[in-house]
């Protein structure tokens, strides 16, 4: 073979792929940056030293169980630089992951660049990677487990016992994974090919919840739902108690505020000392405070659900307590600096693997933490472009005559994951920027789905002439084109092939 078409192959192959060289080299500078900015970890107060503490317990099974033993088993290292390392190691492959999936799947290298670069860029995505919070492992769960089922037209039942292995992990950090438990499943279950694919999701699924409830001895503790706090917070923050009927050992969980004058956030109720949470007679109370606003005033409830799930996709006036919170997902000069703002300033992990951090007040920016803070002023992925993913992966996934309906169904099952993951977080907790950060993993990949199903060649129903040589039924039609040149072969995107006619659908589910 002539030592010229390798070396064209390869510069070919480098052409397609320097984009996204560029972005992962970019990805590893920030991570870089955050660890030397903010040593060894960023820290949550409340939620961080929860975790640690929980993971102390080991070999107890607490719920939410995953990212205590991911914690306990690091502690070895003696530093959370361990965890922090593995986390943005985490966010760099599941970036170049969803890549090479779109890529396999179809797309051209620059529009699946652009999928994967929220998750190797956005400031917020690099800022929880390096807390000791939930948010990575929830989302590289989740993530994994769609890509295991995607990546082929026919996952095999290894790669769904391993997705449903990876979907019950993301349930079992947080209770929000069983909207992507539940949409994978149907991913399975519609284009039914037989009871394998699905019995060995389903498998995985049982084994990690069978293993859970055999550790933790509950069904709440299995599912890692808890009390009803939160729903209570959610309901409390919009009830209109005037116009309700409560008992009175209900009653004295309404809202002590005019409806126009309440905090911006309905955590308020679970957390400040003011909360008539403190009030409740018995836990079973929160409950039944819930249900009744649900019962008697669904409007208000669904209303504030509807606005605040908007609010992901358009650019949100933020109230002040929730200017507050959003700073911590945000790369600060000073973490540490508390004199500044208890509250609202965010703060590092100690040297050792203790609970608690460090109670420093004093704190100098460095050239790392300087950088980054004004990076994250605006190296943000803008809501109204996660507003725009989601249009072009719905128009692309229903636009009719365009076969391709395996990509339809992955346009949708991503944008049913990312959404329903902001939906109920918000419906069950409230609006957190955190909260629908793991849509980061789902809508750009199910926007470039979308865009290449519309870029497909037209379904027609009329009869074409077969090709001297071709069997009879069988025309060439251009299925897609990536835009690029193929290895080798001189066509664009994938060629002409020959695909059946069925019924005007151009080959059915075809990858």
Known sequence: MPVGRPLARLGGTFRRHVGMTAVVAAGIALRVAMLVAYPPALWFQGDSGTYVKLSQQWPAMPARWPYPWLLKAFEWTGTFYSLTVLQHLAGLALGVAVYLVLRRIGVGPWVATLAAAPLLLDATQLTLEHYLLTETLFTSALAVAALLLVRRERPGPLACLAAGICVALGMATRPTGVVALGALFLFLLLPWRGWRPVAAYLLGIVAVFGFAFAGTGSIEGTLGTGSGKFLYGRTAHVADCDGMELRPGLRKLCAPQPLDQRPDRPDWFIWNKASPIHQAERPEDLD????????????????????????????????????????????????????????????????????????????????????????????????????????????????????????????????????????????????????????????????????????????????ATAAAGEPKGLAPTVAESSGEDDDGSGDRGHGLVAVPERGGDAGGLRS
């Not at 019962?295 to 669904?302: A, C, N």
């Not at 790369?331 to 693997?353: E, S």
């Not at 109670?359 to 507003?387: C, E, I, M, Q, W």
């Open 288 to 463: 039944e405070f819930a249900r009744e606003v649900l019962k008697q005033q669904p409007d208000r409830y669904l209303a504030a659900v509807a606005r605040d799930v908007g609010r992901y996709f358009w650019s949100p006036d933020l109230g002040p307590t929730e200017v507050c919170l959003a700073n911590w997902w945000r790369p600060q000069l000073a973490p540490t600096n508390w004199a500044a703002n208890f509250d609202c300033v965010p703060r590092t992990a100690g040297p050792d693997y203790q609970w608690q951090p460090l109670p420093s007040k004093n704190a100098d920016p460095n050239v790392a933490s300087r950088f980054l803070h004004a990076y994250g002023r605006y190296a943000v992925t803008p809501p109204l472009a996660l507003a725009a993913a989601v249009l072009l992966a719905l128009i692309g996934a229903v636009w009719p005559r365009r076969g391709r309906l395996r990509l339809s169904m992955i346009a949708l099952v991503y944008v049913g994951i990312g959404v329903g993951i902001m939906l109920f977080s918000v419906a069950t907790s409230m609006f957190d920027l955190r909260y629908g950060l793991p849509a980061l993993a789902f809508l750009p990949a199910a926007a470039a789905v979308g865009w290449l199903r519309l870029r497909s060649a037209p379904v027609t129903h009329d009869k």
